[in-house]
């Protein structure tokens, strides 16, 4: 992965750290742990898929993020987790 990409996915991952840090206690699966477990199979799938470098990013930091909208709102999380990853 070119050093642009890897830059972009380590800041990834450290602002989805300090979204989940802000999850309310009553949401224990969804937490950092599951989302690492998720980003390395996502990752790992992609791999064997032989998907490109920026397929890869994509997929890295859309895993990242699935989980990351229940810092603001149960229903409908799967909207916010976007917005998240967009902004």
Known sequence: ???????????????????????????????????HTVTRAAVGIGQALRLDTR??????IAALFH?????????GHEAVSAELAAA
């Open 1 to 35: 992965m070119s050093e642009r990409y890897q830059k972009l996915v380590d800041k990834a991952h450290v602002h989805v750290r300090k979204l989940l840090s802000q999850l309310p206690k009553h949401i224990r699966f969804h937490d950092l742990a599951h989302t």
């Open 55 to 60: 397929d890869l990013l994509l997929l890295e």
């Open 67 to 75: 989980d990351t909208g229940y810092t603001r709102s149960y229903d």
